[in-house]
Structures are given as structure tokens and as C-alpha cells.
């Protein structure tokens, strides 16, 4: 049946961001009426520790119980196309994604699709090898109808004001899940830690004990400050982490110019 509003529920940051704004909006009308989660290729693509079956059934169930906490219909699809067509999945995820709202288009009039970046960080460069989620609003405008308008939600904001907007729903600090190692959050690997750090700078970590080992955190965050700055040093406007730097810096100014020092 037309009419559905829908999104994705991989339960990271974007994807609670784009929930938790469409859920119960001013516009009731385009409220959410199913959530989806699609494997054609991320799971696969994405992670390397533990076992790609394991993760991909904690994959799904944390979708099915966030589903359940919204009182929403989830809608599961799985494609074998990339282990038919290899392909690098940086470059295609967006294009991938299409195929799976596609796949559905029968029910959707509105598909939110989360975004990765803010326009502040919208870039047609070297379009043919980057991340295609660098002109996704581009991208998903293309590829809306009359029938089926896909949005790119979120772009408003930068990652910050998203941990902002989700760090006091309680479904989001019970189920978020950014690690790109584990099915559970490892703490440790590039998502987590800029996800930790970007916590700590919005002073929320201690909402978010349910999914990190914040104690482990709080006592490595010497070595998380150490991998920020050596971060930033190297690319001083990193959508992740420039704004998590400038207000962790604001509030450790010691220890980050101590490090400075000690790199000069
Ligand atoms: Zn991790």
C-alpha cells in the first residue's frame, strides 16, 4: 500500500538522528511508519574481528528491538549482489541503498535517508572515487519521483549536534552501535572513539554506560586526547573531530598544549 514513511535503523548516531527527528515530528503526515534495515554488502564490507554471520544476526536483532521500542514495523532485506558483483562498498553504498528503497518503492512516498555530512561538507570533487555520501543530498534528490521523494535527513547539523539531539533518548543510550569491529561497541576502534570522544565533548558519556564501557574509556582518555590531536594535526577541518576538538581543547588546554609542545 503507497503512502509509507520510512528509514533506516542501523542504530548509529546518523541513524537515530534521522529516527528520532521523523518519529513524532511537526508534520505528522510524513511521520515514520516502518523502519528498515538493509544488508546488501555493509555487513560484509564493513567488519573484521569477530564472525560476519554473528554480527550480522546482532545486526538485526538490535533493528528488530529498536523497531519494537518505536512501535514500528521493521522491514529486513538482504541482496547476495555484492557477493554476485564485488564492488567496493565506499564507493557504491549510496547507489546500493537506492536499489533497496527501490526494491519497495510500491510502498514508499517518503524514504528518509540518513545523512553522513553537513552541507558545510557537501563536495563534488573527485566524485568518481570518493564517498558518495560527500553529495548524497545531490544524489537522493536525482533520485526522488512523483511518487517517492527520498530525503536526506540530517545534513542541518554536523555530528556534534546529532550526539546532542539523541544523548537524552533513552532507546538510543540503550541501543547505540557505531563499532566497526565488533557487535558490541569495542571502544576502541576509529567509530568508537570519535563516538566516545564526541560524547565526552557534549558531556554526556555517563547516559551512554549501556553500550560503551565508559570506565574504560574515562581511563584511556589521556590516549583517546593523544589520538584526537595527532587527528587534527593531521587534518585540522576533519568533519568527525574539528568540533569535538575545539571544545575538548577549550576544556584540557593544558594537556593539548603540552602535547603541542612536546611535538614541536
Ligand atoms: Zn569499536
Same mark, same amino acid.
Not at 500500500?1 to 535503523?9: E, H, K
Given at each position: 500500500?503507497?503512502?509509507?514513511?520510512?528509514?533506516?535503523?542501523s542504530?548509529?548516531?546518523?541513524?537515530?538522528?534521522?529516527?528520532?527527528?521523523?518519529?513524532?515530528?511537526?508534520?505528522? &503526515?510524513?511521520?515514520?511508519?516502518?523502519?528498515?534495515?538493509?544488508?546488501?554488502?555493509? %555487513?560484509?564490507?564493513?567488519?573484521?574481528?569477530?564472525? %560476519?554471520? @554473528?554480527?550480522?544476526?546482532k545486526?538485526?536483532?538490535?533493528?528488530?528491538?529498536v523497531?519494537?521500542?518505536?512501535?514500528?514495523?521493521?522491514?529486513?532485506?538482504?541482496?547476495?549482489?555484492?557477493?554476485?558483483?564485488?564492488?567496493?562498498?565506499?564507493?557504491?553504498?549510496?547507489?546500493?541503498?537506492?536499489?533497496?528503497?527501490?526494491?519497495?518503492?510500491?510502498?514508499?512516498r517518503?524514504?528518509?535517508?540518513?545523512?553522513?555530512?553537513?552541507?558545510?561538507?557537501?563536495?563534488?570533487?573527485?566524485?568518481?572515487?570518493?564517498?558518495?555520501a560527500?553529495?548524497?543530498?545531490?544524489?537522493?534528490?536525482?533520485?526522488?519521483?512523483?511518487?517517492?521523494?527520498?530525503? &536526506?535527513?540530517? &545534513?542541518?547539523?554536523?555530528?556534534?549536534?546529532?550526539?546532542?539531539?539523541?544523548?537524552?533518548?533513552?532507546?538510543?543510550?540503550?541501543?547505540?552501535?557505531?563499532?566497526?569491529?565488533?557487535?558490541?561497541?569495542?571502544?576502541?576502534?576509529?567509530?568508537?572513539?570519535?563516538?566516545?570522544?564526541a560524547?565526552?565533548?557534549?558531556?554526556?558519556?555517563?547516559?551512554?554506560?549501556?553500550?560503551?564501557? %565508559?570506565?574504560?574509556?574515562?581511563?584511556?582518555?589521556?590516549?583517546?586526547?593523544? @589520538?584526537?590531536?595527532?587527528?587534527?594535526?593531521k587534518?585540522?577541518?576533519?568533519?568527525?573531530?574539528a568540533?569535538?576538538?575545539?571544545?575538548?581543547?577549550?576544556?584540557?588546554?593544558?594537556f593539548?598544549?603540552?602535547?603541542?609542545?612536546?611535538?614541536?
Open positions: 500500500m503507497w503512502g509509507g514513511v520510512g528509514t533506516g535503523i542504530c548509529g548516531v546518523d541513524s537515530f538522528y534521522a529516527v528520532l527527528k521523523h518519529f513524532n515530528s511537526v508534520y505528522p &503526515s510524513r511521520n515514520l511508519t516502518h523502519l528498515c534495515i538493509f544488508n546488501n554488502g555493509s %555487513i560484509n564490507s564493513c567488519y573484521g574481528v569477530e564472525n %560476519i554471520p @554473528y554480527i550480522k544476526q545486526v538485526f536483532e538490535r533493528a528488530e528491538a523497531a519494537k521500542e518505536f512501535n514500528l514495523p521493521l522491514l529486513k532485506l538482504e541482496s547476495n549482489f555484492q557477493d554476485v558483483v564485488p564492488q567496493s562498498h565506499l564507493r557504491t553504498h549510496t547507489y546500493m541503498d537506492a536499489l533497496a528503497i527501490y526494491s519497495l518503492q510500491k510502498l514508499w517518503t524514504y528518509y535517508y540518513s545523512s553522513t555530512y553537513s552541507f558545510a561538507d557537501f563536495s563534488l570533487q573527485k566524485n568518481f572515487d570518493n564517498d558518495p560527500h553529495f548524497e543530498p545531490l544524489l537522493w534528490d536525482c533520485f526522488s519521483t512523483s511518487k517517492l521523494k527520498i530525503i &536526506s535527513s540530517g &545534513s542541518e547539523g554536523d555530528r556534534n549536534d546529532k550526539v546532542d539531539f539523541i544523548a537524552d533518548n533513552p532507546i538510543a543510550q540503550k541501543y547505540l552501535h557505531v563499532c566497526l569491529k565488533k557487535a558490541t561497541n569495542c571502544g576502541w576502534c576509529p567509530k568508537c572513539l570519535r563516538t566516545l570522544l560524547l565526552d565533548a557534549a558531556n554526556k558519556l555517563d547516559n551512554f554506560r549501556e553500550c560503551f564501557n %565508559i570506565d574504560a574509556y574515562l581511563k584511556a582518555r589521556n590516549k583517546a586526547f593523544v @589520538y584526537l590531536y595527532n587527528t587534527i594535526k587534518e585540522p577541518d576533519q568533519p568527525f573531530f568540533k569535538t576538538y575545539k571544545i575538548l581543547y577549550e576544556r584540557h588546554k593544558n593539548f598544549d603540552n602535547l603541542s609542545s612536546k611535538n614541536k
